[in-house]
């Protein structure tokens, strides 16, 4: 996206650059361990996945920021783990997009966060075309997925995004595949296996519009419930936080979904951050992106249980945001010409104590 040289004029020198003369840049990830976070990350695709959007001439660059700069200290893979890529027919695996990201994270010492064993969405053909599942043959579906695809990252992930967007809007269960055949069952198999298969990683429940509250929330507060219940190992619930500027969430309303969430006895991560905006975008609308990243990375700071975030990607060409949302783009913290988005430095206050609320305990 074309933005003006006017506005990028505010955005030439991040926060992160300020100091004396010969001083070394700080990153995200420096500033969001500081504060207390265990990273700041970004998610990326493999080479493969980017030559398809078309942006080879940025790949020197991009893998500089992604990889050297010391500004991410974890990363997701955006697709490559996903259920189309690893598993396309049934019973046979491909894990090669998914070990591209991980062979990177692992040289480059990042958190890696794994995403996602059982989602409705991006699913191989076989599973959403068979009509004549059954109760048994799906848990056995389910089973040697999640079983397969934890075994080959076992000991490799921070976390893994265990079930994701299982819910409506309403908090009630939204009608998948899974859920028609198996109902709430469904999500029990996929943490009971993921925990049998990789033990030590932290096992999440992921969502979107999880990030102020409402019905939606309490769902997802459902489920941790009913797996502490019934004994099953949920370590984590992943705020995806795809925000809009223009409508954003107030800090408060952030504070108390995380904690609402930390309240069940569950650490929670911002997994999938970015803030989209009306296009072409306009000095008043970066300003509220600046806000809306001000707020809930602010948040995440000031709440002890959650744990770290992750940008949905951090180059605003690469983002999925524009392919969906017609007439809306730019959501993440560096333009097409790497330079960065106001909101960059809204981050770093954030990260550096500017959101405290006077009287408020630090990391409640």
Same mark, same amino acid.
């Given at each position: 996206?074309?933005?003006?040289?006017?506005?990028?004029?505010?955005?030439?020198?991040?926060?992160?650059?300020?100091?004396?003369?010969?001083?070394?840049?700080?990153?995200?990830?420096?500033?969001?361990?500081?504060?207390?976070?265990?990273?700041?990350?970004?998610?990326?695709?493999?080479?493969?996945?980017?030559?398809?959007?078309?942006?080879?001439?940025?790949?020197?660059?991009?893998?500089?920021?992604?990889?050297?700069?010391?500004?991410?200290?974890?990363?997701?893979?955006?697709?490559?783990?996903?259920?189309?890529?690893?598993?396309?027919?049934?019973?046979?695996?491909?894990?090669?997009?998914?070990?591209?990201?991980?062979?990177?994270?692992?040289?480059?010492?990042?958190?890696?966060?794994?995403?996602?064993?059982?989602?409705?969405?991006?699913?191989?053909?076989?599973?959403?075309?068979?009509?004549?599942?059954?109760?048994?043959?799906?848990?056995?579906?389910?089973?040697?997925?999640?079983?397969?695809?934890?075994?080959?990252?076992?000991?490799?992930?921070?976390?893994?995004?265990?079930?994701?967007?299982?819910?409506?809007?309403?908090?009630?269960?939204?009608?998948?595949?899974?859920?028609?055949?198996?109902?709430?069952?469904?999500?029990?198999?996929?943490?009971?296996?993921?925990?049998?298969?990789?033990?030590?990683?932290?096992?999440?429940?992921?969502?979107?519009?999880?990030?102020?509250?409402?019905?939606?929330?309490?769902?997802?507060?459902?489920?941790?419930?009913?797996?502490?219940?019934?004994?099953?190992?949920?370590?984590?619930?992943?705020?995806?936080?795809?925000?809009?500027?223009?409508?954003?969430?107030? !800090?408060? =309303?952030?504070?108390? +979904?995380? /904690?609402?969430? *930390? #309240?069940?006895? %569950?650490? $929670?991560?911002?997994?999938?951050?970015?803030?989209?905006?009306?296009?072409?975008?306009?000095?008043?609308? !970066?300003? =509220?992106?600046?806000? +809306?990243? /001000?707020?809930? *990375? #602010?948040?995440? %700071?000031? $709440?002890?249980?959650?744990?770290?975030?992750?940008?949905?990607?951090?180059?605003?060409?690469?983002?999925?945001?524009?392919?969906?949302?017609?007439?809306?783009?730019?959501?993440?913290?560096?333009?097409?010409?790497?330079?960065?988005?106001?909101?960059?430095?809204?981050?770093?206050?954030?990260?550096?104590?500017?959101?405290?609320?006077?009287?408020?305990?630090?990391?409640?």
């Amino acid at each position: 996206m074309h933005v003006p040289s006017l506005l990028l004029a505010a955005a030439s020198l991040p926060l992160a650059f300020a100091g004396g003369k010969g001083q070394e840049k700080k990153g995200l990830d420096f500033y969001a361990k500081k504060a207390g976070l265990k990273y700041f990350g970004a998610a990326t695709d493999s080479p493969g996945q980017r030559e398809r959007a078309g942006h080879e001439d940025a790949y020197a660059k991009y893998d500089q920021i992604m990889w050297k700069s010391g500004e991410f200290g974890q990363t997701t893979p955006t697709n490559g783990q996903k259920w189309l890529f690893v598993e396309p027919q049934q019973g046979v695996f491909n894990y090669t997009e998914g070990e591209i990201v991980t062979s990177k994270a692992q040289k480059a010492g990042m958190y890696l966060r794994c995403h996602a064993l059982v989602w409705h969405s991006q699913l191989a053909p076989w599973v959403e075309a068979k009509t004549d599942w059954t109760p048994e043959t799906l848990r056995a579906a389910i089973v040697s997925h999640v079983t397969k695809v934890a075994r080959h990252w076992k000991g490799k992930c921070y976390a893994w995004d265990v079930v994701n967007e299982a819910l409506n809007e309403d908090g009630t269960y939204r009608e998948s595949v899974f859920y028609k055949v198996l109902g709430e069952e469904y999500i029990k198999l996929a943490f009971q296996t993921a925990a049998k298969v990789d033990p030590k990683a932290k096992l999440y429940y992921n969502d979107y519009n999880l990030e102020s509250p409402g019905a939606k929330v309490e769902g997802a507060k459902r489920i941790v419930k009913m797996l502490k219940a019934a004994h099953i190992k949920i370590d984590g619930v992943g705020l995806q936080a795809h925000l809009i500027a223009e409508q954003h969430p107030t !800090l408060d =309303q952030h504070i108390d +979904a995380i /904690k609402g969430f *930390v #309240g069940t006895g %569950v650490e $929670v991560a911002l997994t999938e951050l970015d803030v989209r905006l009306k296009t072409p975008a306009t000095a008043a609308n !970066l300003a =509220q992106q600046k806000e +809306a990243y /001000k707020n809930i *990375v #602010g948040a995440c %700071v000031q $709440v002890k249980g959650c744990i770290g975030v992750t940008i949905w990607d951090f180059y605003d060409p690469f983002s999925w945001v524009p392919y969906v949302f017609e007439g809306e783009g730019a959501p993440l913290l560096w333009f097409e010409d790497f330079s960065t988005h106001p909101a960059y430095d809204g981050v770093v206050e954030a990260l550096t104590n500017k959101t405290r609320t006077p009287g408020r305990p630090w990391r409640t």
